[in-house]
Structures are given as structure tokens and as C-alpha cells.
């Protein structure tokens, strides 16, 4: 069967994944990886830290149209903030993060999780749910993933300092 999807398919090209639609200017650190089917909304101010993985499907937003639609444009601005997402942040597939959070470095953000508006993360959450909460701190499964990796494979040199 012939091909019938065209080559090009409007996302605009990004040096993370071809069916990752990233907008505005986003700062994204070193080795994070971003998943397809990805929305990266840059327009109000977007960070994201380095080592991060954002799951496919999932929703980074800096900015809302919601006044503005209920307002029949009497607003006529795009409501914007920025978002923070620190380093090596796990973004499950589906999840979506509203404008103007911040969120911990060393975090999951579950499959499917709605980060509402203006929500801060402390570092080493886990946060799940729709409106999305944080269930417990991480910190200690981290550290003891840590230990349990650098035994296997190189217990000579072993170090469970986590990065700040
Ligand atoms: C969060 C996750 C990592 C599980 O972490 P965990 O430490 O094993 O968490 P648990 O299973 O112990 O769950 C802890 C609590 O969070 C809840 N929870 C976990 N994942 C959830 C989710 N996605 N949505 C809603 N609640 C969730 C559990 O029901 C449990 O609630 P309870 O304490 O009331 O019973 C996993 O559920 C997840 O979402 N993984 C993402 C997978 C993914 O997106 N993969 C993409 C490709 S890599």
C-alpha cells in the first residue's frame, strides 16, 4: 500500500524527537530526554532542568487561553507564566503540568497526573493524581536505588552522593 501519510506532518523540527511539538524557547539541560506526542509549551517561560525524561503524551503549559475564550476576547491577552521543572524530574506519559509550577528536582510526576496552576514540588516527590498531590518523599528509594546500582556494578566505587 502506498504511503498515504505526507512527509512532512507541521511539527516543526527540534533536536529532541520528530513528533514533539515544542513552542516558544524553552531552556532544556544537558541528556534530557522528551518522549513523542509531547507538547513543550515554551511561550510563558519554560525550564527544564538536565536529565530529565518527559514521557510520551505528556503536557508542559506556560500559558492559557481560558480568560480570554470566556471573555469573547473582551480580554484579548494570553494569560503566561513560567514554569520550572529542576534537574532529573520523571514526567509519566500523559501527565500534564499547568502553567506556572515549579517542581523539585528528583521527582515523578505519575502517568497521568494534572499538575494544576502555580503549584510548587518540594525535590523528591512523588506526585500522582488528578488534581495531582504529593504521595510521599522519594528521597530514601532514590538513595537506596542508588546504593543497590553501584553495588552491582562497580561496588569499588561506590558513591550514593546525590547532586543538590
Ligand atoms: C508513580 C509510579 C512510578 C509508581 O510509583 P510507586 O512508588 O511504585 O508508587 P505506588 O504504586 O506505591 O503508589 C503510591 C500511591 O500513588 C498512587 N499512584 C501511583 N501511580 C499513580 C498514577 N499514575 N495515578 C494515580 N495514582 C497513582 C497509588 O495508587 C498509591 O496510592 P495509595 O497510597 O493511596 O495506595 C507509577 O505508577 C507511574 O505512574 N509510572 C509512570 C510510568 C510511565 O509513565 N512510563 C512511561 C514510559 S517510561
New binding site residues.
Given amino acids: 500500500m502506498a504511503n498515504q501519510f505526507p512527509k512532512n506532518h507541521g511539527i516543526p523540527p527540534n533536536p529532541y524527537n520528530a513528533h514533539c511539538w515544542i513552542t516558544g524557547n524553552p531552556q532544556i539541560g544537558a541528556g534530557t530526554w522528551i ?1 513523542a506526542f509531547t507538547l513543550i509549551d515554551g511561550q510563558g517561560g519554560l525550564t527544564i532542568g538536565k536529565g530529565c ?1 518527559i ?2 503524551g ?1 503536557q508542559i503549559l506556560t500559558h492559557s487561553t481560558v480568560r480570554r475564550c470566556l471573555t469573547e476576547r473582551r480580554i484579548d491577552k494570553v494569560d503566561r507564566k513560567p514554569t520550572v521543572i529542576e534537574d532529573y524530574v ?6 500534564v503540568i499547568l502553567m506556572g509550577c515549579r517542581i523539585g528536582h528528583h521527582s ?6 494534572v499538575v494544576l496552576e502555580n503549584t510548587t514540588i518540594p525535590p523528591y516527590s ?5 488534581p495531582a498531590r504529593v ?2 518523599n ?1 528521597q530514601p ?1 532514590v538513595q537506596a536505588w542508588i546504593v543497590e546500582a553501584l553495588a552491582e556494578h562497580d561496588p569499588a566505587k561506590r558513591d550514593n552522593s546525590l547532586s543538590e
Avoid: P, W
Avoid at 520523571?90 to 501527565?95: D, K, Q
Avoid at 515523578?108 to 497526573?113: K, L, N, R, T
Fill in positions: 518522549g525524561d514521557s510520551c505528556a520523571f514526567v509519566g506519559t500523559n501527565a515523578v510526576i505519575a502517568a497521568g497526573a512523588l506526585v500522582a493524581g488528578v504521595v510521599r522519594i528509594d
